[in-house]
């Protein structure tokens, strides 16, 4: 079992940046790929951007240059920093931890609100 803890979604001006975290506990070893998650209010739930094993990344277009994924192994939590925020922005944003292709874990959730 794998516990996803979220943190760091508040309410920011457009141009603004948060750094949202998430702190990996439990059997975390098996982990292959994690990543971020967004839903805004009657949207899908839509990928914004992942991070293997290995460090890869991989990003949705609407985010490549203003967000970054980044992971602390030592501290087991994954990051994304985002910069340049638009209104555009505002959704739920989830963690997403995936060990093989079956085995998936998710967190709460953190309200990102964008104004202006």
């Known amino acids: 079992q794998v516990e996803l803890v979220e943190s760091g979604g508040g309410l920011v001006q457009a141009g603004g940046s948060l750094r949202l975290s998430c702190a990996a506990s439990g059997s975390i070893f098996g982990i292959n790929l994690m990543g971020w998650y967004r839903q805004a209010p009657g949207k899908q739930r839509e990928l914004v951007a992942t991070?293997?094993?290995?460090?890869?990344?991989q990003y949705a277009d609407s985010v490549k240059g203003r967000l970054t994924i980044s992971r602390d192994g030592a501290k087991n939590t994954l990051y994304l920093q985002m910069n340049s925020l638009k209104p555009e922005d505002t959704a739920v944003y989830y963690c997403n931890a995936r060990s093989g292709p079956i085995l998936s874990y998710w967190g709460q959730g953190t309200q990102v609100t964008v104004s202006s």
């Open positions: 991070i293997t094993k290995g460090g890869s990344t």
